[in-house]
């Protein structure tokens, strides 16, 4: 990755009607898949869209989304952000992202993580208690997996494989990412394994995660790994004006950040927290020229390959098919302009 990548990520987040009432389902899922084919005229480079199996989002098959999205789509590459390896089978993932990676014609990424929900775990029949060895397993199989020859792997968390290969192959192999919140521990798993990092970087200064990129580096050279990719991922929303931007998310965001708070414990969110974020945190929102230029300060503070813009806000769908085209056709010419 020679200069820096644009991309727009989605947890496929189920948006409000013109009478407040949830969009359903499919809709929401179709017009993920609409929203792609946006962002690929629009130039950007990458479309992930993650797995989450609750209420609140639509997509529960990442891969499926991405095959229809790559019928329709000609450049942008496509990829999970995030795809729960730990309650998935690693060997049925790499089935399922190869033949994506054939249907798209060599554009399909992975991004494993480890899930920040936790819903899947008992859907599928795993025990919380497992939680690190599950992932910690199945990663190392995942980076075998990827080398397309013949794996011998063992294991306590699915059946051994003895000289075993996958199919399909894919032409030119396949970019893999791990997603990351910010621990120190999956940093170096990381390295150790030969992904690239992928950040998930929701709240708090960007800055501090500097340290992070610089461990990842470090601890590639520490075994011998050659220098991954590193992207981040931040939520946000581009509006015509500042003032336009804030009122449009101000009660989403609100209600989003109350019902994460009352799952995780988290103290409730105030006015100054929103502020905060807006203006120092890990909230891009507001004009194309402010949203531009707080991109364009990450990726000075930050030594990364791709930045990703989580665009899916609690706000109508109209709000945010006019947030990517603003993204796209106005806020990353500015930040190329501004690095530059």
Do not use: C
């Not at 968390?157 to 919140?181: E, I, K």
């Amino acid at each position: 990755m020679s200069e820096i990548e644009f991309g727009l990520d989605t947890f496929g987040g189920v948006t409000k009607d013109e009478h407040g009432s949830p969009v359903p389902h499919p809709q929401v899922i179709r017009d993920v898949v609409d929203d792609a084919v946006v962002a690929d005229q629009s130039g950007l480079d990458f479309f992930g869209v993650g797995e989450h199996h609750r209420p609140d989002f639509a997509v529960s098959s990442p891969e499926t989304v991405l095959a229809a999205i790559a019928s329709r789509t000609e450049r942008i590459r496509l990829g999970s952000a995030v795809t729960v390896l730990s309650s998935d089978d690693p060997v049925r993932v790499f089935e399922r992202f190869a033949t994506l990676d054939a249907v798209s014609d060599g554009r399909a990424e992975i991004v494993a993580g480890r899930g920040s929900f936790i819903e899947s775990f008992p859907l599928f029949g795993y025990d919380l208690a497992d939680y690190e060895v599950l992932f910690d397993e199945k990663l190392d199989l995942m980076s075998k997996l990827l080398t397309e020859n013949p794996v011998t792997w063992s294991g306590s968390t699915r059946a051994a494989l003895s000289d075993q290969r996958v199919f399909p192959t894919t032409a030119n192999g396949m970019r893999a990412w791990v997603g990351v919140g910010g621990s120190p521990e999956s940093v170096v798993r990381t390295a150790e394994h030969g992904f690239g990092l992928f950040l998930a970087i929701i709240g708090g200064a960007p800055e501090r995660f500097a340290a992070y990129i610089d461990l990842f580096e470090r601890a590639q050279d520490q075994f011998g790994r050659p220098r991954a990719p590193i992207a981040v991922h931040s939520p946000g929303l581009v509006a015509d004006t500042d003032e336009q931007a804030r009122e449009l998310a101000y009660d989403g965001w609100f209600a989003m950040r109350r019902q994460m708070g009352a799952e995780r414990g988290w103290p409730a969110p105030t006015p100054a927290d929103f502020d905060d974020e807006i203006t120092d945190g890990a909230l891009y929102l507001g004009s194309p020229e402010t949203v531009a230029r707080k991109i364009a300060r990450t990726l000075t503070a930050l030594k990364i390959d791709r930045f990703d813009f989580k665009y899916d806000q609690p706000v109508p769908h109209a709000v945010q098919r006019r947030s990517i085209e603003l993204y796209g056709d106005k806020v990353v010419p500015m930040v190329k302009d501004m690095l530059a």
